[in-house]
């Protein structure tokens, strides 16, 4: 595997908008919008919602896209 940091996994790949999201694409929660950086990534699944890790435990977890990404802003990137 390749261990990269949350900001750098967010420039690889095509930028993808939200409504144009599928299966494999990652998103990225930036938590507010005073954020520049994001904080959080996940995978989106074949049902739109999204595959992560709870911050606070690690346990994985599934979410829909308006809980993954809360208030802040958010940016969808495809590698494949």
């Not at 494999?24 to 954020?35: E, S, V, W």
């Not at 606070?56 to 969808?76: A, L, M, N, P, W």
């Amino acid at each position: 595997g390749l261990d990269l940091p949350t900001k750098q996994q967010s420039d690889l790949g095509t930028g993808v908008e939200l409504y144009e999201r599928q299966a494999g694409d990652l998103i990225f929660a930036f938590g507010t919008t005073k954020y520049k950086t994001p904080g959080h990534v996940g995978i989106v699944t074949e049902e739109g919602t999204v595959i992560h890790a709870d911050p606070r435990s690690g346990t994985i977890i599934e979410s829909t896209v308006d809980d993954f990404i809360g208030d802040g802003k958010t940016k969808v990137r495809r590698l494949l």
